[in-house]
């Protein structure tokens, strides 16, 4: 009564016994472990796939390489049309030699800011400290 109670279950010998034969009985074996592949047709499988993808990347990789040379010509393009444009600024010298004082900046960067700001000063120190 007093095992019942407290819930503790006590194995009887005859358990006991049964458990240690099951445990100890027949030559112990490894788990079998699952294969990889049950024949060669799923390798031959995994080789075609391969072969597919990388000649569709090949065949993919011309197109890349032409549109991405494409996209350098126009960003090329873009940027000497900009050149072009920020040369036809005109820019006073005493703007730049302030810009260049006052913020002690090389001739080429303080005339750039004053090129990009259309030649407005106190734009281009503004741009230039923050």
Known sequence: LLRRACGIDMATEGDVELELE?????PERP????RKHDSG????ERVTDYAEE??????N??????VIGDRRSREQKAKQEREKELAKVTIKK??????MTEMEIS??????????????VVEALI???N
Not at 22 to 26: A, I, N, R
Not at 61 to 66: G, K, P, V
Not at 107 to 120: F, K, P, Q, Y
Request: charged share 30%; hydrophobic share 35%.
């Open 22 to 26: 099951t445990e100890t009985s027949g």
């Open 61 to 66: 990789l011309e197109t890349a390489m032409s």
């Open 107 to 120: 001739r080429a960067a303080a005339e750039r800011s004053l090129r990009e700001h259309m030649g407005n």
């Open 94 to 99: 005493e703007d730049l030699e302030l810009i």
């Open 31 to 34: 788990p079998e472990k699952p």
């Open 54 to 59: 990388k000649e569709i990347q090949s065949s």
């Open 41 to 44: 047709a799923a390798d031959l």
């Open 127 to 129: 741009a230039l400290t």
